[in-house]
């Protein structure tokens, strides 16, 4: 569907996979025979329009808007500060609203479901999440409907109340869309009839008979049968596979049939998994126990597969296509599921577990063949059915290993009659472990039976060891663990069913039967109010974001929403897909005959630079003659639609002559010596002596993987030449401005006064919208000025994601000397990151990992170093925290190495280190730590520390495969950018006569709320409401020469600017004022325009007066401290390597806050972002350079379910700060590096199975620690038979 052709805009594109959530529309069907109406929330993105004949579809825009009235959902999503960038939000309102409008009071578990199947939440844009992870969005919701108030507390001047439901309006029934009353009458008076439509290539037959449909299939059996579309679609939008002709059965009675037969339930193959969902919860229900077992494995699996729109979609196209990755088909097989099938004069029944019987997922249904219902069985007295998935997310993500098991005893015993196992995602296809079923009918449920299962599951079910050797190990120890677990299970069951003869599970191990469930996470904000403000004044005030209402109704727009210009071209890269080669040429012939196809634009259509010198290697716009890596952009077709332009795009050949060396990784880097200069090095005190008089030294190194921005909004510039004195207005995602126009301007040869960049808001950035967008701009302002026409880049998700690199993978190597009492007095460390191909700031993100990698310990003497590696990757960037969350983190490696080698507490260690008075760092800057102590100290006390890790400690001796573990961790982050004009900002500000205030800076909008605080800064320097403020767009043409808003300073600086504006406006009204000091805001505008006083004013900040010398090493690079320290407990499946985030509490010291609600969003995403970059998100490349994960199906980035079940963030108070606007403190990034505590928690867990199992003390655990390395560190009879050292029989029980 494109909302684009219509001018609805509010659903937006992130991924184009049914990955993210962000296309998601409620879709509304009507049943003429029942007289039901259902609602379903789908994915635009990958819903044919096709299938939508006589269906309703529902877009934000129709929930509300704020041209009639904004809907409730939008109204609390908004005011509960539920958005950030907003990129995102108008999923999240579709979501929840075709939620309520099936369960008008829905469970928390509903709501948890229905937002599994969005990404951005990250809150995400690592942000959106807090009003629904907090529970908040949902109470007020409940509350909407239930008639619930929501509590608010108030304790002195400490507040806990970041909005107020006084203000929600409540739901007027008559604001919700009704059925239009003409689908309904179609539906009810026409006749069902085949649908055909034809378009430019395809065919969609929609036919309404099971005779038709099987007709048609005869006549083309390679044609697929397209229900959800979740399969096929992907398929032809990523992998280039066509299909001239589509068959839509979804209409047809026989397949939507739910039938309840005597030995079990017959569901139609159209029916959609939610429904199915539905149907086994009421079966259960009604049905005796011992009947529903396999209705309950199914169910097992449904409550995780997909999200709720991937949900709705069919059965059947889950069973048929046969992926590997299928929940389903592993369970329905083992529990002897029966397949109806249908072919022209045909019909027959098969066992689903026949099609996976010779382990390749055979053809056993002919391409004629049709499946037209699936039988699922009732269980049966002594029959136990289980099914089991591990995914790299528990919700939302294809499994890595997934399982269904069956065994049938002999009548009234443990002795196996029957057994089936299958497993899912281990191989190309589901496979089925015949033979060690075979081998062991007819023995006891036994540990005999168990370690004779596990060898020959391992014998039998080989994974070819891929290329990576990708996940190998894991997947053969989940194979044998789900087994134990299948084990357990049964024999607790058996004790159920004898209790005198089966002993059933010890109590230690039965934990391990529960899988962990998402629950709403319950969450706190606690900030410091100032009761004795001026009600007037906005500062301090937790104000709703600017563009809150604008984000939740779909109304905020972004560059892809602006309307088409006239003549408009769309644009698609191609890229190299060599790591390292020669280009020999470059045939275009045959893109340029493609439909529609404009031109090809290549580094010779480039006016003036093509390569930017901003160090000694280049950034460059199109690869001249050799490429540097895999996604760098070669050339780029221009062509009448975004469709054209792909299709050409793919059509243009490019030879290669390899090149050696190819370098990807650092180690390769540093065997070949390269590397981008300079390298950099800081060092204190006297490191070599102190080693000499330690009492001991650990040396150790840790690495730490990349991390994707994963912005919602991919990079996107509209280039539109004005067609006079080569004047070029940019619209663009970006949050440098100035950049995009001097690289632009450069580019084309042209002053920059010619070139005009507007940036009205941006769908996150994180960094990632710098240099790489300034490039990507120039590819388009070239094509724009040879075309002379208007010209749209919106990278398509993969491409971003192949294209623009993202945070340096990091190795840090390290030597510590320390004494016994745990008093570190000397470390020695080594950082490589990965830059990629060319500088871009790689050298200032090592400079900075120096800088800030004393983290919060005062280390008397300190050496280290910094180098960037130059490799065959593409070129990585700025990503906030810039260095400190991969630096950091290598120190608090260290710090635990150390507690681990005295047998003191990490905690013990940190506080013994930590800075503890007047200070000076590493290169001389002096701090003072008051603020650090009281942050850990407030931490300690809210987390219960002490109290819980007793708890921790007592319920690790109580379960064996499940383990606790909780960790705090402190922070210093120091805020500043190194030089003075790098900080520097200007505003201008506008009265009009009729009193309203225009307002502009250099800062931009990315979902950090920017504007907002801006406002409430001039509305506090003008003494007017906000309300008479309005903030337009960031220009190059309004604000020259503005500074990039990075590194958490936007605030900082373009605040004092503003202030220093508004300031010089209320200097020239002052005597207006004093002579009439009753009169109104109006009245002296007025009165100043008729005295001819100038009503607009540009204000100005220098900078902060920041410096540092690399040859002293010294320097005053910082303004100023923020301190934090986070406390965070989670609980690890020893034998999956799964784990929940169970609580976290944060203590941050941001000085004053200007808007709390704002920054406590920010700590509480970059938090949830930090979890990410440590514990799950993971790059992976081929042998060949190729990025193999482009999108949320493949990299996963945290969602609902890795909120911290608890979750609390207070501000520390009484925190002053003199060099900032208001006292305030820049936390953009701060909040990052506090996500380490969950992996130091998890780390401490791991810890702590390994001490009951007398594992060695020392191990080494890289970032992110993700459920694969979790479960290998839990190291155990399972893990060593995997590897092969595993000779001794399997003990049962430990
Ligand atoms: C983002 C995302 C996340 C996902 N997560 C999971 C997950 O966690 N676990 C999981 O198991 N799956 C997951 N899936 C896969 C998803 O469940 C399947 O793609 C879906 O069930 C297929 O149903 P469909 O109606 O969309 O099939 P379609 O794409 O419409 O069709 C799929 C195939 O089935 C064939 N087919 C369909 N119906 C019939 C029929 N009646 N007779 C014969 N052939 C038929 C078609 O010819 C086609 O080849 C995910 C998919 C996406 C896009
Ligand atoms: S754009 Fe449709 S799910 Fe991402």
Known sequence: MTAFSVRLTGTKYGCGGGGCGACTVMISTYEPTSKKIRHYSANACLLPICSLYGAAVTTVEGVGSTKTRIHPVQERLAKCHGSQCGFCSPGMVMSIYTLLRNNPEPTSEQMIAALAGKYCHFLICRCVLKPFSSGTLCLCVCALYKGVGLSKVYSGQISTRLFSTDEFQPLDPTQELIFPPELMRMAENQPKRTLVFCGERMTWISPVSLDELLDLKAAHPKAPLVVGNTSVGPEMKFRGVFHPIVIAPARILDLNVVTHMDDGLTLGAACSLSLVKDILTNAISEFPEEKTKVFCAVLQQLRTLGGEQIRNVSLGGNIISRKSTSDLNPVLAASNCVLNLASKGRKRQIPLSDIFADGVGNNTITSEEILVSVHIPHSRKGEYVSAFRQAPRRENALPITNAGMRVLFEDGTDIIKDLSIFYGGAISTTICAKQTCWTLIGRHWNEQMLDEACRLLLQEIALPGSASGEKVDYKKTLIVSFFYRFFLEVLQSLKKMDPCHYPGVPMEYRSVLQDFQTKMPQSIQIYQANPSQSPQDPVGRPIMHQSGIMHATGEAVYVDDLPSVDGELFLAVVTSSRAHAKIVSIDTSEALQGPGVFDIITAHDVPATNEFYYSDDPEIIFARNKVICVGQIVCAVVADSDVHAKQAAAKVKIEYEVLEPVILTIEEAIKHNSFFEPKRKLEQGNVDQAFETVDNIIEGEIHIGGQEHFYMETQSVLAVPKGEDKEMDVYVSTQHPAIIQEMVAASLGVPANRIMCHVKRVGGAFGGKLLKTGLLASVAAVAANKTSRAVRLILSRGDDMLITGGRHPFIGKYKVGFMNDGRIRAVDTKYYINAGCTPDESILVAEVSLLKMDNAYKIPNLRCWACACKTNLPSNAAFRGFGFPQSALVTETWITGVADKTGLSPEKIRE??????NAQTHF????????????????????????????????????????????????KFPFGLGTRYLS?????????????????????????????????????????????????????????NACASVGSAGTDVNGMAVKDACQTLLKRLQPIINKNPKGTWNDWIKEAFEQSVSLSATGYFRGYDENMDWEKGEGQPFTYFLYGAACSEVEINCLTGDHKNLRTDIVMDIGCSINPAVDIGQIEGAFVQGIGLYTMEELKYSPEGVLCTRGPDQYKIPAVCDIPEQFSVSLLSSSQNPYAIYASKGIGEAGLFLGCSVFFALRDAVTSVRNERGLKNTFSLNSPLTAEQIRASCADDFTEMVIGIGERCLSVFG
């Not at 009193?995 to 409430?1016: N, R, Y």
Request: with cysteine; hydrophobic share 35%.
């Open 912 to 917: 013994i280190n930590m800075y503890k008075e």
């Open 924 to 971: 001389k800057q002096k701090l003072d730590p008051q603020n650090l102590i009281r942050c850990w100290n407030e931490c300690m006390e809210k987390s219960a520390y002490y109290s819980r890790k007793t708890a921790v400690i007592e319920f690790n001796k109580q379960n064996y495969w499940k383990k606790k573990g909780i960790a705090i961790v402190p922070m």
């Open 984 to 1040: 520097q900002a200007a505003a201008l500000v506008h009265i009009y006569t009729d009193g309203s205030v225009l307002l502009t800076h250099g800062g931009i909008e990315m979902g950090q709320g920017i504007h907002t605080k801006m406002i409430q800064v001039a509305s506090r320097e003008l003494n007017i409401p906000m309300s008479r403020i309005h903030f337009c767009e960031t220009s190059t043409r309004t604000v020259p």
